[in-house]
């Protein structure tokens, strides 16, 4: 580490300093003294030198920046690397992550929309983007924005769980935000026969006019309760509420 900090110190010219500052990074990363990597590896960022290698810095500095707690400087390289890549391969992982640290740890869905709207344009079926751009539509209150992605959710998620929480988010919405109920019969439809018979999407099938799902015992399923939380709706709390039952 001492030959290398003083290669750094005496390099004698930027580009130099910057591949030398590269190799220190990894040697700190490779002793696990990971804050200490983040100058080193910032160091190797300052001009081109790295040529392909600098992605490898990049990665590493972001994921250095997230360790411990520097979202701003994360956000910032971030910002700095869009402005330098085109293709849709390599923007979309940049702003999915700046979308979510926008998102979870800088409280700002504003930003984080702006981020996600761009990975899904490009990506039109990346889940991770998706998932994450709904959560942002429901925090700034965009209800016709958070059906569009409720419905790309509902084909384009990978697992079938995330699938059926999409058709039924989807419903909620068009029943007490959108007042759309012929809509929210039509997405009750497509949920799969396996998941009838729950409480939450027999009350939501109620609350749209459905028939309800016989119990097997002679009678109907009690969905009362459900039921009551979905029909309670007034504001973002009872919102809340409701998308707890899914």
């Known amino acids: 580490l001492h030959v290398l900090r003083d290669a750094m110190e005496r390099a004698p010219n930027a580009e130099d300093r910057a591949r030398v500052a590269f190799r220190l990074g ?25 040529g392909s290698a600098a992605d490898d810095a990049a990665e590493r500095l ?27 391969e390599d923007r979309v992982p940049l702003l999915v992550r700046q979308g979510r640290v926008s998102l979870i740890e800088l409280g700002d869905p504003s930003r984080a929309r702006s981020a996600l709207e761009e990975a899904i344009h490009l990506s039109p079926r990346h889940a991770t983007a998706l998932t994450l751009l709904r959560d ?17 959710l509902e084909t384009a998620h990978p697992e079938a769980d995330g699938r059926v929480d999409a058709t039924l988010r989807l419903a909620i919405v068009q029943l007490n935000i959108l007042k759309a109920p012929t809509e929210a019969q039509a997405t009750l439809r ?28 002679g009678g109907t399923l009690d969905v009362a309760p459900a039921a009551a939380e979905l029909t309670r709706f007034d504001g973002a709390a009872l919102y809340e509420r409701a998308l707890r039952l899914v």
């Not at 994921?63 to 849709?88: I, K, M, N, V």
């Not at 942002?136 to 790309?152: K, P």
């Not at 999407?201 to 097997?216: D, K, N, Y």
């Open 190 to 217: 497509r949920l799969p026969d396996v998941v009838r018979g729950r409480p939450e999407v027999e009350a939501a099938r109620a609350q749209a006019g459905l028939p309800a799902r016989a119990s097997g015992v």
């Open 136 to 152: 942002a539509y429901e925090a700034v209150g965009d209800a016709d924005a958070l059906a569009h992605v409720l419905r790309r």
């Open 26 to 50: 990894r040697a700190y990363l490779a002793l696990d003294l990971h804050y200490d990597a983040i100058h080193p590896f910032e160091q190797a960022l300052v001009t081109d030198a790295l």
């Open 62 to 88: 972001l994921e250095l920046y997230g360790r411990f707690g520097r979202w701003t400087d994360h956000q910032t390289l971030c910002d700095r690397l869009l402005a330098e890549r085109e293709a849709p």
